[in-house]
């Protein structure tokens, strides 16, 4: 079953002589399960890409289709809550509120969009991330690898169609980026989750079920979608 569909997409900025093409009619479609990433060299648009398909920006033209609905024609209130109910976003650098423990963070966008957080999900979340020691802990009493841990574990409380990952390990050392590289993969083969992560680092695009690379706004080479066990 297709979870997203993305059709002739293209990003401009400015104008004249300040036009830059950050996308160019770029086209493909992802399975539900399919774990993908996206390559590519800085200033090639990927970034562009998932801020897109996250609906934190919006494209020149072109559609984004995410579990059937096209979000491009979507209100501004109501692209928030779809994006609070159907995309799990991870950046690089966490993005924890300080002052909230680790159980608060993780919650937090399920409160704000007036849902009562899934108590048994959250301790199987908990357990999975290797967290149940660290519920009350602040984001300073917590190292940089479980910091996006608990990122991550926000991001998968909503169920999400799509957990999309900016640059996930880019900000920890090699221990750790490969615990959060086999946390993705655990949650993408047990949940069946979808993911899509823009990356640089050489061992996630090695493991991806599927690399699309991206060069000047456009796709040059997909490694092609792969049959995923339903």
């Known amino acids: 079953m297709k979870i997203l569909e993305i059709h002739n997409l293209c990003k401009v900025y400015g104008k004249d002589e300040t036009r830059v093409d950050a996308l160019k009619d770029v086209s493909f479609d992802v399975e539900q399960g399919e774990f993908v990433a996206i390559v590519g060299p800085s200033g090639s648009g990927k970034s562009t890409l998932l801020h897109i398909l996250g609906g934190v920006d919006v494209p020149t033209s072109g559609e984004v289709i995410i579990s059937g609905t096209d979000i491009g024609k979507l209100n501004e209130t109501k692209l928030a809550i779809f994006r609070r109910r159907h995309i799990g976003l991870v950046y690089q650098f966490y993005n924890l ?36 020691d660290r ?31 900016d640059e996930p390990t880019g900000n920890l050392d090699t221990a750790n980026s490969k615990e959060i590289l086999t946390l993705l993969r655990k949650f993408n ?42």
């Open 189 to 230: 083969k047990e949940n069946h989750q979808t993911v899509i992560i823009i990356t640089h680092d050489e061992r996630i695009a090695l493991s991806a079920d599927r690399v699309i690379t991206i060069e000047d706004g456009r796709i040059t080479r997909d490694s092609g979608k792969v049959e995923v066990q339903a």
């Open 97 to 132: 509120i300080p002052i909230l423990t680790v159980e608060e963070n993780m919650t937090l966008p399920l409160l704000l969009d007036g849902q009562k957080p899934d108590g048994e999900l959250l301790k199987d979340l908990v357990s999975k991330l290797g967290l149940t």
């Open 135 to 165: 519920m009350r802990h602040l984001p300073n009493q917590l190292s940089g690898g479980q910091q996006q841990r608990v990122s991550i574990g926000r991001a998968l409380m909503n169920h999400p169609a799509l957990l999309l990952a």
